[in-house]
């Protein structure tokens, strides 16, 4: 007999048994017992946080990804300490660790508190409303963005949608809307900021864009696409803000239990960036890894890291004013992290967490192959159509992207799937951009998007299948 329980395919959390709880219990013990690690966790950290884990995450980075490890200067004295501008204007109390000396990629990264925080920073510091013409967001677009970008004063004309296409972005699209900007949009004379922060830059644009399982579509931008858009980003002085949070959750999108190992995950755009030739005179880069640990240990962390194509990023985005007053934002937890990834904890997590999630993501893409298909409903983004079995494809992150069929109102739909069948989906005309959702391919009101992550495993197919008996009885009435 099914349980009545509600089923949750809406939240895009992870599920309490896929979070370490028993190896932060053991960090945190071990930095506690540890007088000198545990005074100074507990004190106010340089603004670009703590050393310790801006240099673990670099190696962890570069063995992830396969990047070449960017020696430091022969000379001890000519080493990059820690960036000047994260201390600018501060006077640092005795507490902070100022002697640790970073190697060139460690002096890339600052820690943040996740990567909302990282994007909120990023517009703090990089753009003017005097200068920057539009906040560019890849669409369907994880919904928060777009507050984010409105409460920094980017919104109405301000803030415009990018629709996908079989490689991730509509590069054409993207191209021509930046050139129709550029015509109306009349840079005024002086900075409305008066006071601009020290070591930054105003970005004529911004792209906001998820490259490897896009939220919620799921889209893998292909590499092609990634050098194109580092192209165009050069070419109209944008900055790319790339949230790398799901690119080492990633596997087969066969049907078999077997977790085969991959490859590196794609270059990300700011590798793409820190490569290419014709990078930009300023140092700045036309690009940046905007990184969390939410999905890869839990969202109540609240540490991530935005890492640049030089030191000079870095600075800039450490240069926020509230982590300026107050310091990295996740101090504490920060040198928790720091242990994690320098044992190698967070690295094994990881690959045990790939092998739960393609078992989650096995039951619910079968689900629903098996259960909704049959009633016209189609599989966008990520892995699509049918027979996914057959596919030597790669999936991976947190979401499932249906179109409904004959346009049903993906609203109304939820609503009665709640109400009447005990299922929670996300309607589509969530992840619109806000205020430029009426063109084509930036309106999504018959799509629903199902998270695999949240909810208990043997729970998941249940979902679907309620979902599925709704639309049902949907279908019928001929609503």
């Known amino acids: 007999m099914e349980n009545n329980k509600p089923v949750d395919l ?4 992870p599920n309490h048994a896929l979070i370490p709880t028993e190896a932060v219990s053991h960090f945190t013990t071990t930095l506690l017992s540890n007088p000198t690690l545990s005074s100074r966790s507990l004190f106010y950290q340089a603004p670009a946080g703590p050393p310790r884990l801006r240099i673990a995450l670099a190696r962890w980075l570069e063995r992830s990804y396969e990047l070449p490890f960017l020696s430091s200067p022969s000379s001890n004295d000519s080493a990059p300490k820690e960036p000047k501008s994260a201390t600018q204007g501060s006077i640092l109390p005795p507490g902070i660790d100022t002697t640790t000396r970073l190697d060139p990629r460690a002096a890339r990264i600052c820690i943040t508190g996740g990567a909302s925080q990282g994007l909120a920073a990023l517009l703090a510091q990089f753009t003017d409303p005097a200068i920057t013409c539009a906040i560019w967001v890849v669409a369907p677009c994880y919904h928060q963005t777009c507050q984010i ?8 004309t301000r803030l ?5 296409d079989g490689e991730g972005l509509n590069l054409e699209f993207l191209e021509r809307e930046m050139k129709a900007c550029e015509r109306k949009f009349e840079k005024k004379e002086g900075n409305v900021m008066e006071w601009r922060p020290p070591g930054t830059k105003a970005y004529r644009h911004v792209v906001c864009c998820v490259p490897s399982f896009s939220n919620p579509s799921g889209k893998l931008m292909s590499v092609k696409r990634r050098e194109e858009l580092v192209r165009l980003a050069r070419k109209f002085d944008a900055l790319l803000v790339a949230d790398d949070v799901y690119d ?4 087969q999108s066969g049907y078999s239990r077997t977790t085969v190992p991959l ?3 794609p270059p990300r755009l700011v590798d793409i960036d820190a490569t290419l030739p014709g ?4 140092g700045f880069g036309n690009a940046v890894s905007n990184g969390s640990f939410s999905k890869l240990v839990g969202p109540g962390v609240r540490t991530g890291w935005i890492e640049g194509v030089s030191e000079k990023m870095a600075e800039g985005a ?7 007053s107050g310091g990295c934002p996740s101090s504490f937890v920060a040198e928790v992290l720091a242990g994690m990834v320098e044992s190698g904890v967070v690295e094994k997590h990881v690959q045990w967490l790939v092998a739960q999630m393609k078992e989650r993501w096995r039951r619910v893409r079968s689900a629903v ?5 049959p009633l016209g409903v189609e599989i966008k983004g990520g892995v699509e159509g049918k027979g996914v079995s057959k596919r030597s494809g790669i999936a991976g992150g947190y979401f499932i992207w249906l179109r409904l069929p004959g346009g049903l109102d993906a609203a109304a739909v939820a609503e009665r799937a709640k109400v009447e069948d005990g299922v929670f989906v996300a309607p589509g005309g969530y992840y619109e951009v806000w205020g430029d959702n009426t063109r084509e391919g930036l309106m999504f009101r018959d799509h629903v998007r199902l998270c695999f992550v949240w909810d208990d495993e043997d729970r998941l197919e249940v979902g679907v299948k309620r979902l599925a008996r709704t639309l049902r009885r949907i279908l019928k009435e001929g609503m």
Do not use: C
């Not at 970008?149 to 109405?156: C, L, N, Y």
């Not at 080492?248 to 596997?251: A, D, E, M, P, T």
């Not at 450490?318 to 300026?324: D, K, M, V």
């Open 10 to 13: 809406f939240t895009g959390g």
């Open 248 to 251: 080492f959750l990633r596997w």
């Open 318 to 324: 450490a240069g926020y004013g509230a982590a300026q």
């Open 149 to 156: 970008i409105a409460k920094a004063g980017f919104f109405g």
């Open 263 to 265: 490859g590196p995950p």
């Open 160 to 164: 415009r949608g990018v629709p996908e």
């Open 279 to 282: 990078q930009a005179a300023d």
């Open 369 to 373: 192959e098996r259960e909704l298909l």
